[in-house]
């Protein structure tokens, strides 16, 4: 089977910066993705890793460890826009659609 | 140039009854995929066709079904809606890439 694991909810202070960790389990691997979905809104790309390491992308930056089968996605200067659900999202294979996490709230607070 | 879009936005259906959504791509994009989302959770995989061809299905019922046109504009086709079945079913197109690009969803309420 495959399995994407996050934490469900995390707060933190504007202006902070916040880690979201994701661990999967997935019969292939070929990349790991970032979403973000605020209420009431479709999901919205942010970000993909396909090689170990980091990559950033204005506030926002994500890790991927293949070797660890763990990613995470860590967004800086928190802002009360930020406050939104997370999915970590894996392709298995080329040109397969994702496999998501079932999210992760973050809410941001004065 | 217009993003993905979905009709309709809001659908309350009983019981029983068949129901059809409906998703038009990004202009050039020939990959849609369709995804259940139910609240609290995240996207769930039903469908993917490119070029007209189903290239994938994810584990639900014979219920569902869904087909692509050849202008890549795509339906997913419910059939016996049952109470499970309320979500928010979303559809995703991309240029065979990595990134996915969501509509805004309908929202199904089977009552």
């Known amino acids: 089977g495959q399995s994407l694991e996050q934490p469900s909810e995390v707060t933190a202070v504007e202006g902070a910066i916040v880690q979201i960790n994701c661990t999967y389990q997935?019969?292939?691997?070929?990349?790991l993705s970032w979403y973000q979905q605020h209420d009431g809104g479709a999901p919205t790309f942010l970000s993909y890793n396909a090689l170990d390491g980091l990559e950033e992308t204005g506030r926002f930056s994500s890790f991927l460890s293949r070797s660890d089968s763990y990613g995470y996605l860590l967004l800086q200067e928190l802002q009360m826009k930020d406050s939104a659900s997370y999915f970590c999202?894996?392709?298995?294979?080329?040109?397969?659609?994702?496999?998501f996490g079932k999210g992760t709230r973050l809410s941001v607070i004065a | 140039d217009a993003g993905v879009t979905q009709s309709p936005t809001h659908l309350i259906k009983t019981r029983g009854q068949q129901v059809t959504l409906r998703c038009s791509p990004i202009?050039?994009?020939?990959?849609v995929s369709w995804y259940q989302q139910v609240l609290g959770q995240g996207p769930q995989f039903i469908f993917q066709?490119?070029?007209?061809?189903?290239?994938g299905r994810g584990n639900f019922p014979d219920r569902f079904s869904a087909r692509q046109f050849p202008n890549y504009s795509s339906e997913l086709n419910v059939n016996a809606l049952l109470l499970g079945d309320s979500a928010l079913y979303l559809c995703a197109s991309s240029l065979d890439s990595y990134e996915q690009y969501f509509g805004p969803g309908t929202r199904l309420t089977v009552t």
């Open positions: 066709y490119y070029e007209k061809e189903e290239r």
């Open positions: 999202a894996v392709r298995t294979s080329g040109n397969t659609p994702l496999v």
């Open positions: 202009s050039g994009h020939k990959s």
């Open positions: 997935t019969s292939g691997f070929y990349g």
